[in-house]
């Protein structure tokens, strides 16, 4: 098997470079939200260079997109921590769909990036992807759900979930509009209303605190 060719120093460099712009911002972003953080301190926090910082992200908005990534995939991972002590596989996706909507509507750093809503739905299908369609899957392959195409399914569900979180932030929607849209989305996977509505109304357990760096 052909081995990849080890990294180069130059390459090392930018990739921590990189790294390190993605968690000051993330730790910035989080305390000042997306609009307060600037491109100047998080450069300092990242002890990078402020003109080199252009140099991996074009924008203060591309920054922000790459810290979400980052924090979707943790996300992903947080709610797996939980949801391996579930007995049933259809109650692991419908935790994970309603942690995600919650996230979505009360996290600063996502709340200011949703009105770009088609960038932020595509990193939500890629970055928690993995997850979700593995979740479907099993879930039908024991019999309580009914998908044929977990991935489209996802795609959908990504899409309703920003654009839902979109209109609660902006108050179009009130925040109780969160526990029909999980039923809707659970809909989707094939369990049937009241079957959907029984998993929404289970007791969930806490999420846990935001993974380490």
């Given amino acids: 098997m052909t081995q990849d060719p080890p990294e180069g120093r130059v390459a090392r460099r930018q990739r921590r470079n990189r790294e390190a712009l993605i968690q000051a911002a993330r730790v910035i972003m989080s305390e000042k939200g997306v609009d307060g953080a600037t491109m100047l301190e998080i450069a300092e926090a990242a002890?990078?260079?402020?003109?080199?910082?252009?140099?991996?992200?074009?924008?203060?908005?591309?920054?922000?997109?790459?810290?979400?990534?980052?924090m979707m995939h943790d996300l992903a991972q947080r709610i797996e921590r939980v949801t391996d002590t579930f007995d049933d596989p259809a109650q692991v996706?419908?935790?994970?769909?309603?942690?995600?909507?919650?996230?979505?509507?009360?996290?600063?750093?996502?709340?200011?990036?949703?009105?770009?809503s088609e960038v932020i739905a595509d990193a939500t299908f890629r970055r928690m992807g993995p997850f979700a369609i593995r979740d479907m899957q099993t879930a039908t392959a024991a019999g309580r759900f009914h998908v044929q195409d977990a991935a489209l399914v996802w795609r959908l569900a990504t899409h309703a979930i920003v654009g839902v979180s979109l209109a609660i932030t902006t108050g179009q929607?009130?925040?109780?509009?969160?526990?029909?849209?999980?039923?809707?989305?659970?809909?989707?996977t094939g369990i049937g209303e009241e079957g959907a509505r029984e998993l929404a109304a289970r007791p969930r357990p806490a999420l846990g605190p935001e993974l380490a760096d």
């Avoid at 909507?101 to 949703?114: C, F, K, M, Y």
């Avoid at 929607?173 to 989707?188: G, H, K, Q």
């Fill in 173 to 188: 929607l009130s925040p109780t509009v969160i526990d029909e849209t999980v039923v809707r989305l659970l809909c989707m």
């Fill in 93 to 116: 996706y419908a935790y994970g769909v309603r942690t995600v909507l919650e996230n979505a509507t009360q996290d600063v750093r996502w709340r200011q990036l949703l009105n770009r």
């Fill in 47 to 70: 002890d990078v260079g402020a003109g080199t910082v252009y140099n991996y992200f074009k924008s203060k908005d591309e920054l922000a997109i790459a810290v979400l990534e980052e």
